[in-house]
T-cell receptor
Framework: DAKTTQPTSMDCAEGRAANLPCNHSTISGNEYVYWYRQIHSQGPQYIIHGLKNNETNEMASLIITEDRKSSTLILPHATLRDTAVYYC???????????FGAGTQVVVTP | DGGITQSPKYLFRKEGQNVTLSCEQNLNHDAMYWYRQDPGQGLRLIYYSQIVNDFQKGDIAEGYSVSREKKESFPLTVTSAQKNPTAFYLCASQWGQGLNTEAFFGQGTRLTVV
């Protein structure tokens, strides 16, 4: 599976958009990009995933570059409850075994 | 409500004892997974199962065992052979085979060896 690179941490002001970058330069054509988040001491929560096209759901938007070597997760209006570790994962495995890195610790401040 | 349930939430074990962590799902998912998480780190895959009566080792299977006798249940046994079992254990399930599906996680079991 392709590896991902994410910043270790980032801060965001409440009510502002949070843009979380992820590099996956070795991604192959049939690998999906997944985003999960983990609030302290809880199980990870699925946010969104995509292959080539940009995706949007009620939680976030996912922007994937045309060459697919990087992506950005956008939380449009960050709230204090969005404080969590965010994981960017690419997966080729047909059963979706997920390889978690260290993720990005996002802190939303008032 | 449909979901995935892990129990207990906290578990204490004496050194040298085996202990079993429960994971149950009522989502009718085919695939189930066990992950381990150490402080400040990401999740690492212990075992996974794609179908009843079949399971595969993940990246860190040594010292652990699993069974999949029912579709709904995927218990994990931490044996005395696991050298450093204190960790946060997470169970997940997923709908069948396919990259286009998300995994659902339980709330975890925090195991402490005393």
């Amino acid at each position: 599976d392709a590896k991902t690179t994410q910043p270790t941490s980032m801060d965001c002001a409440e009510g502002r958009a949070a843009n979380l970058p992820c590099n996956h330069s070795t991604i192959s054509g049939n690998e999906y990009v997944y985003w999960y988040r983990q609030i302290h001491s809880q199980g990870p929560q699925y946010i969104i995933h995509g292959l080539k096209n940009n995706e949007t759901n009620e939680m976030a938007s996912l922007i994937i570059t045309e060459d697919r070597k990087s992506s950005t997760l956008i939380l449009p209006h960050a709230t204090l409850r969005d404080t969590a570790v965010y994981y960017c994962i690419v997966s080729f495995d047909s059963w979706g075994k997920l390889q978690f890195g260290a993720g990005t610790q996002v802190v939303v401040t008032p | 409500d449909g979901g995935i349930t892990q129990s207990p939430k906290y578990l204490f074990r004496k050194e040298g004892q085996n202990v079993t962590l429960s994971c149950e799902q009522n989502l009718n998912h085919d695939a189930m997974y066990w992950y381990r998480q150490d402080p400040g780190q990401g999740l690492r895959l212990i075992y996974y199962s794609q179908i009843v009566n079949d399971f595969q080792k993940g990246d860190i299977a040594e010292g652990y065992s699993v069974s999949r006798e029912k579709k709904e249940s995927f218990p994990l046994t931490v044996t005395s052979a696991q050298k450093n079992p204190t960790a946060f254990y997470l169970c997940a399930s997923q709908w069948g085979q396919g990259l286009n599906t998300e995994a659902f996680f339980g709330q975890g079991t925090r195991l402490t060896v005393v």
